[in-house]
């Protein structure tokens, strides 16, 4: 499901700023982006039906495209639309009974920052890890300190066999320090939905990636 490099944008409509959200996810589907997530959180979040008929239509978007469409924590929401997969975090539903619910078909991606974390994920059958955050974010308040990479490379080394994907702060400028670090794919918010040229900003996210293999 990963190939390197990875480029998966993730976004809700409060992301989206002054842009329409359907707009800039079409806008980061045509550039080149690999993976999506739709993640719809806050005060201004959509709900039920508001949010299931914006789901279906990034579905849409993303089916058009031949990209996985996965959905942050909402696993009822992603078997209703019958979506590609589920994230969740530490403080979300279990992994484990995540997997029960989805089936053996669906892709499962795990928010881990540890090693016990991760192998605590991989048991409880998630098939790529999210670590973060690598750098300094503000896409979340709740964030915790940034790590670096470290993590990054001794999750890797131990578990060589499943993808991570770096989260956190990741910009064009400081990307090549992931994929450096083993990283499969590079998990991404404000770099793309506030870049002024989104294909042009997908492009170096993409062309990082082999920066970090001449390093």
Known sequence: MFSRPSIYFIMGTSNAKEKEPHFLLNEALAAGITHFQLREK???????????????????????????????????????????????GQEDMHCGDVRALIGAEKVLGVSVHSEEEAAQAIAGGADYLGMGPVFATISKNDAKEPAGVRKIIEVTRKYPQVPIVGI???????????WQAGAAGIAVISAIAQARDVSAEIGRLRDSYERGQMI
């Open 42 to 88: 806050g005060e201004t979040a959509l709900r039920g039906e508001a949010l299931e008929k914006f789901a279906r239509e990034c579905q849409a978007l993303c089916t058009q495209y031949g990209v996985p469409f996965i959905i942050n924590d909402d696993v009822e929401l992603a078997l209703a639309i019958g979506a590609d997969g589920v994230h969740v």
């Open 168 to 178: 956190g702060g990741i910009t064009s400028e400081n990307a090549n320090e992931v």
